[in-house]
């Protein structure tokens, strides 16, 4: 069936050319290898996170009245041996830091990784600054790399007061393979009885056509969904995981997409699935504008009186309201949610507009989809 736009009675209407049954084609398979779809349980990284010293600023550093970077300055020298009064510290060419980290899984001692390093005081530049040697703890308090080296920027802060300029963000950088891992914490795969596959989207569709594809493959029983998330794998075979786990993982499964509409009220961006389909519905959308004005006028007495007066502002304030006419549009069973936008922005309808629209409609319960809004 074919749509076109047709005016009735002064109204936009989105219509059928052909009194037929509505019928739209069926979406084509689409095949995913494995590890686009799922992660191995145990295999994954950890977040790491330290306290630091950036030096070597020009003069961009953490102000007097930042007592921790006092404190963490007058520590470090004291382990040099260079023992001073606290009160003779100046830290702006210094600035504390977090320091944070993502532990890649299988690392093993001596592993690089790129750190990024944040200011918690109030230093307004970390650019030409170095990272002095800091430990970055796990969640169970543990040490288990660190981190030093030259901080790079991907901006920079010019200027002061009001004749200033920046570029990005100043105070936030990198320190490229900056980490170096202290603790092993590689999962030894051999002492594994079982090996579960996690979804990435749940979906008891998905799980079952990767244990079906693992089936073909290994052979009937080697793998069983549990659920809409989890994939077991049993029957493993002795020192050949990593070659089972690369087999099982370059397999190509159909996927089947949610029908889903995602939508941002702060900056109107709408993004929606192609198959996302409406129920007929019929939309009625106008603006009503209020505008308020206030004009100051200067009072003044008339010129010789003989009784005085005072000159004083007289604000004059001006209401005027605008309802325009509500704007019309009809969807036939079946329309996409693509044609339902080209619909409103033909009517001139702002990207706002559509998201508030599109909720009123998921309120209705003419969108066939999930409607999230960010």
Known sequence: MKLKWQIVSGSLLWVPVLASAIAWAQPAAHYV???DLATIEGVRENPLVGYGMVVGLAGTGDRRQTMFSTQTLGNILLKMGVTIPAAAVSVKNVAAVFVTASLPPFSRPGTQIDVTVSSIGDATSLEGGTLLLAPLYAADGQVYAEAQ???????YSAGRAGNSKQVNHPTAGRVPNGGLVERDTSLDLRKLATIALLARDPDFRTTGEMAAAINREMGSGAATAIDGRRVELRNLPNGGVPELLARVMSLKVEIHPHAKVVVSERTGTIVMGKDVR????????????????????????NPFTTKGGDTVVVPQTTVEAKDEKAKRIELSEGASVEQLVNGLQAIGATARDVVAILQAIKAAG???ADLEVI
């Open 33 to 35: 290898q494995i590890r």
């Open 149 to 155: 080296g030259p901080v790079t920027l991907g901006g």
């Open 278 to 301: 409406l129920t007929a519905v019929s939309i009625l959308h106008g603006d009503l504008t209020v505008e308020i004005a206030t004009e100051y006028q200067v009072s003044q007495p």
């Open 366 to 368: 003419a969108l066939q």
